[in-house]
């Protein structure tokens, strides 16, 4: 009898440790990104278009392009709101 008893209250006890983790983790709801942050991943798309727009290019014009590039997305992170 003491022996079920202990079985049955260690089942109940590893059971209540492997869901209560679940459980809390279900109720945790996720941060919204910041404008900042999805203004910057914005630029920093933009700027991976604008690259491999600029891969298509030879020469003058390729480094002319990066130039570009850089330039704009250095101003786009820049009036990034804060």
Same mark, same amino acid.
């Given at each position: 009898? &003491? &022996?079920?008893?202990?079985?049955t209250?260690?089942?109940?006890?590893?059971?209540?440790?492997?869901i209560?983790?679940?459980?809390?983790? !279900? @109720?945790? @709801?996720?941060?919204?990104?910041?404008?900042?942050?999805?203004?910057?991943? !914005?630029?920093?798309? $933009?700027?991976?278009?604008?690259?491999?727009?600029?891969k @298509?290019?030879?020469g003058?014009?390729? $480094?002319?392009?990066l130039?570009?590039? &850089?330039? !704009?997305?250095?101003?786009?992170?820049?009036?990034?709101?804060?």
């Amino acid at each position: 009898m &003491r &022996r079920s008893f202990r079985n049955t209250i260690m089942s109940v006890m590893m059971a209540v440790c492997l869901i209560s983790p679940v459980a809390l983790a !279900a @109720t945790k @709801t996720q941060k919204q990104p910041s404008a900042h942050t999805q203004a910057v991943k !914005a630029c920093n798309d $933009t700027y991976k278009e604008a690259v491999k727009e600029a891969k @298509t290019k030879k020469g003058k014009e390729h $480094t002319e392009a990066l130039a570009a590039a &850089r330039k !704009a997305k250095a101003d786009c992170v820049k009036n990034a709101p804060k």
